[in-house]
């Protein structure tokens, strides 16, 4: 079903890479037991040579349900193509011929195959099951829910068939749906672990964080090979913040499945959580060296690259990230960040400006390209930026407090305090915002209310830590004193 982009977070888009690898009906079904051969016609000059040409098809064909299971697929395409050579009426080659080929990337092929199968045998609810998936993995939400549909008609305890419907529900947000038939899968088969993993991404997607564990452990429990039931753990784990027992998680889906992509992106972000910024580079640098067309992963390791203080690392990232999506508004804003403490401004302006075209909602573009205004002495431009933040997002307590600092420095008093007041409503314990209002509470006269403000500055100060600030506080008030 393909590498889906980034979400909500890195997590989220390490969990679903899991369940899309997991969810197809593909391999769960394409290597059953061998089915007899078809009988030969009763002509007696021929049933030798016929007899010895389908069994020669069988041969090929258990021959590719072998490799196919080591995932050595072309080799495997090699001998369903002779299977089917030898004996055309040979259904079950071309159903795994089309598995295999949706393996390989060829998905209309694979479609052509399994059309050809139902043609010759129209009731084989595991073919409608196959088919769905793939229809998935084209986009055809509707034809692979009216194939996964016939499936559960054929063949009402076809447990895959519910777990991948359930599957495509998720991805439409029917979370009821979803559950209801993971549910019925498992009534069906209660040990199936695709059907408990699928079941414990839901109930983490819903909030029901033990109920997923308890999934979660279940499927591990019965398979303890199974690599996308560790990592989904180990993203739940990270969600819980518990970063060292996730990476224990992903770990161990990665030397299950040591190409498993979406397990290093996964572990590289819950490395980046605990600062282990080196690991997290090494991840990454896994991820685009295995898919670099992902400009997602060029994306995030040019970020990390950027923490490391290796610019032209990232600089080049963010570059290949907007070559493979050229719209790309956080790899845009990211890329202007870079330039702007590079002290390339211009450049750093036009970068914004390009990321709030592909993005007009990205408030941190904004947020940014008023700092940047501010800083080339365009005070009037970075208060209208800091206003288009403040309305994409009304409960940004910072977006406030930096339209606060721009509106006194053009002049406009009561505009900053008002700022600084609905920042604090925000965030009680902002320092800044204290001493902020509290100079300019004190130039317009009102010193008592001044005096209260710069002593919780200077307090919030002192428990940050923070001897420049609570050395200006204290100044000020003795300044407010005289």
Same mark, same amino acid.
């Given at each position: 079903?393909?590498?889906?982009?980034?979400?909500?977070?890195?997590?989220?888009?390490?969990?679903?890479?899991?369940?899309?690898?997991?969810?197809?009906?593909?391999?769960?079904?394409?290597?059953?037991?061998?089915?007899?051969?078809?009988?030969?016609?009763?002509?007696?000059?021929?049933?030798?040579?016929?007899?010895?040409?389908?069994?020669?098809?069988?041969?090929?064909?258990?021959?590719?349900?072998?490799?196919?299971?080591?995932?050595?697929?072309?080799?495997?395409?090699?001998?369903?193509?002779?299977?089917?050579?030898?004996?055309?009426?040979?259904?079950?080659?071309?159903?795994?011929?089309?598995?295999?080929?949706?393996?390989?990337?060829?998905?209309?092929?694979?479609?052509?195959?399994?059309?050809?199968?139902?043609?010759?045998?129209?009731?084989?609810?595991?073919?409608?099951?196959?088919?769905?998936?793939?229809?998935?993995?084209?986009?055809?939400?509707?034809?692979?829910?009216?194939?996964?549909?016939?499936?559960?008609?054929?063949?009402?305890?076809?447990?895959?068939?519910?777990?991948?419907?359930?599957?495509?529900?998720?991805?439409?947000?029917?979370?009821?749906?979803?559950?209801?038939?993971?549910?019925?899968?498992?009534?069906?088969?209660?040990?199936?672990?695709?059907?408990?993993?699928?079941?414990?991404?839901?109930?983490?997607?819903?909030?029901?964080?033990?109920?997923?564990?308890?999934?979660?452990?279940?499927?591990?429990?019965?398979?303890?090979?199974?690599?996308?039931?560790?990592?989904?753990?180990?993203?739940?784990?990270?969600?819980?913040?518990?970063?060292?027992?996730?990476?224990?998680?992903?770990?161990?889906?990665?030397?299950?499945?040591?190409?498993?992509?979406?397990?290093?992106?996964?572990?590289?972000?819950?490395?980046?959580?605990?600062?282990?910024?080196?690991?997290?580079?090494?991840?990454?640098?896994?991820?685009?060296?295995?898919?670099?067309?992902?400009?997602? /992963?060029?994306?995030? @390791?040019?970020?990390?690259? =950027? &923490? %490391? *203080? !290796?610019?032209? +690392? $990232?600089?080049? #990232?963010?570059?290949?990230?907007?070559?493979?999506?050229?719209?790309?508004?956080? /790899?845009?804003?990211? @890329?202007?960040?870079?330039? =702007? &403490? %590079? *002290? !390339?401004?211009? +450049? $750093?302006?036009? #970068?914004?400006?390009?990321?709030?075209?592909?993005?007009?909602?990205?408030?941190? /573009?904004?947020?940014? @390209?008023?700092?940047?205004?501010?800083? %080339? *002495? !365009?005070?009037? +431009? $970075?208060?209208? #930026?800091?206003?288009?933040?403040?309305?994409?997002?009304?409960?940004?307590?910072? /977006?406030?407090?930096? @339209?606060?600092?721009?509106?006194?420095?053009? *002049? !406009?008093?009561? +505009? $900053?305090?008002? #700022?600084?007041?609905?920042?604090?409503?925000?965030?009680?314990?902002?320092?800044?915002?204290?001493?902020?209002?509290?100079?300019?509470?004190?130039?317009?006269?009102?010193?008592?209310?001044?005096?209260?403000?710069?002593?919780?500055?200077?307090?919030?100060?002192?428990?940050?830590?923070?001897?420049?600030?609570?050395?200006?506080?204290?100044?000020?008030?003795?300044?407010?004193?005289?």
């Amino acid at each position: 079903m393909g590498f889906i982009g980034q979400t909500r977070s890195q997590v989220e888009l390490a969990s679903r890479l899991a369940l899309t690898t997991l969810t197809t009906v593909g391999m769960v079904f394409a290597f059953s037991s061998p089915v007899a051969a078809q009988t030969p016609p009763p002509d007696a000059t021929k049933t030798v040579e016929l007899s010895k040409i389908i069994q020669e098809a069988q041969n090929f064909y258990n021959q590719g349900e072998t490799k196919a299971r080591d995932a050595r697929y072309r080799e495997a395409l090699e001998d369903y193509n002779q299977a089917i050579q030898r004996n055309p009426s040979l259904s079950t080659a071309y159903v795994a011929r089309g598995i295999v080929r949706s393996r390989l990337g060829d998905r209309d092929g694979a479609i052509q195959d399994l059309n050809q199968a139902i043609v010759m045998n129209p009731a084989d609810a595991i073919v409608y099951a196959h088919r769905g998936g793939i229809r998935y993995n084209l986009g055809s939400l509707e034809a692979a829910i009216d194939d996964l549909n016939k499936a559960i008609e054929l063949d009402p305890t076809l447990a895959a068939a519910y777990v991948n419907r359930g599957y495509i529900k998720s991805q439409v947000q029917n979370m009821e749906g979803a559950l209801a038939d993971f549910e019925k899968a498992l009534q069906f088969q209660p040990t199936y672990a695709p059907a408990l993993l699928n079941r414990g991404y839901v109930k983490f997607s819903n909030g029901d964080r033990d109920g997923a564990l308890d999934d979660l452990n279940q499927a591990i429990k019965l398979q303890s090979s199974y690599a996308e039931a560790f990592l989904i753990r180990g993203t739940l784990r990270h969600d819980m913040g518990e970063a060292e027992a996730a990476i224990d998680d992903i770990s161990q889906a990665i030397r299950l499945k040591p190409n498993y992509i979406a397990a290093y992106f996964s572990r590289a972000a819950t490395h980046s959580k605990l600062g282990n910024l080196e690991a997290a580079q090494a991840d990454y640098t896994q991820v685009v060296q295995s898919s670099p067309d992902q400009p997602d /992963a060029f994306h995030q @390791r040019g970020l990390i690259r =950027a &923490a %490391l *203080g !290796d610019e032209q +690392g $990232a600089m080049d #990232d963010y570059n290949q990230a907007l070559r493979l999506k050229a719209d790309y508004a956080d /790899a845009l804003k990211s @890329r202007g960040d870079l330039r =702007a &403490a %590079l *002290g !390339d401004r211009p +450049g $750093a302006i036009a #970068d914004y400006d390009q990321s709030l075209l592909a993005q007009p909602t990205l408030t941190s /573009a904004y947020a940014a @390209r008023a700092s940047v205004r501010s800083q %080339l *002495g !365009d005070k009037p +431009g $970075a208060v209208a #930026d800091y206003t288009q933040a403040v309305n994409y997002n009304s409960s940004d307590p910072n /977006a406030y407090q930096e @339209r606060g600092r721009a509106r006194m420095q053009i *002049g !406009d008093v009561p +505009g $900053a305090i008002e #700022d600084f007041s609905q920042a604090l409503q925000l965030n009680v314990n902002s320092a800044e915002a204290y001493y902020h209002r509290g100079v300019l509470l004190a130039r317009s006269g009102n010193r008592q209310a001044a005096y209260t403000d710069l002593q919780k500055a200077a307090t919030l100060y002192r428990q940050d830590s923070d001897a420049e600030g609570y050395r200006n506080s204290l100044n000020t008030l003795n300044q407010l004193r005289r």
